[in-house]
């Protein structure tokens, strides 16, 4: 009986009413899991090289929401370094109910005033339409008329 009282005023706290283990002491490290392939990470490399064909990117671009890849290949802008441009694109909706205007006027600074160069980098009344996100429709950028899509809304990373 002495054992049956010593339960019983136990019985009120979860760590000494029942023995806690760990996630860690319940799994089997000697068996690999089904979900892990070591050699995933040169399998997804060799992909991407036989996407881009020998050709070098500035940065693989991802959506900002959703994470997913949008673009392999692209360059960055020379004086917007946040801004890309590309041709080739994956995971990337054109919505044409979204149009904007360029009506910017060339801006001339002293350099170009003596070279009689022009600093816009848009032509005058050019047509762009959004780029959205396929998967959660996140608007990541414009197309051109000249279809050089212009991404501006993206997450960059190593490529």
Same mark, same amino acid.
């Given at each position: ?41 040169? %399998?997804?490399?060799?992909?991407? $090289? =036989? ?5 070098? #990117? ?6 900002? *929401? ?31 109910? %979204?149009?904007?205007?360029?009506? $910017? =006027? ?5 350099? #170009? ?6 600093? *816009? ?39």
């Amino acid at each position: 009986m002495e054992g049956d009282s010593k339960g019983d005023t136990n019985m009120g706290s979860p760590s000494n009413s029942q023995q806690t283990i760990s996630d860690d002491d319940e799994i089997d490290y000697s068996v690999k899991p089904e979900f892990y392939d070591p050699e995933l990470d040169d %399998k997804d490399e060799l992909w991407v $090289q =036989k996407k881009r064909k020998g050709s070098n #990117s500035d940065a693989v671009l991802s959506c900002p *929401a959703c994470f997913t890849t949008l673009c392999l290949e692209c360059q960055r802008h020379e004086r917007h370094v946040t801004q890309y441009r590309a041709i080739f694109v994956v995971n990337c909706k054109v919505d044409s109910n %979204k149009l904007q205007h360029s009506h $910017q =006027k060339p801006k001339r600074n002293k350099r #170009s005033r003596e070279a009689g160069e022009n600093q *816009a980098d848009l032509a005058d009344g050019e047509t762009f339409k959004a780029v959205c996100c396929s998967v959660c429709s996140t608007e990541v950028g414009v197309i051109d008329e000249d279809d050089v899509y212009h991404f501006f809304n993206v997450l960059p990373s190593e490529s």
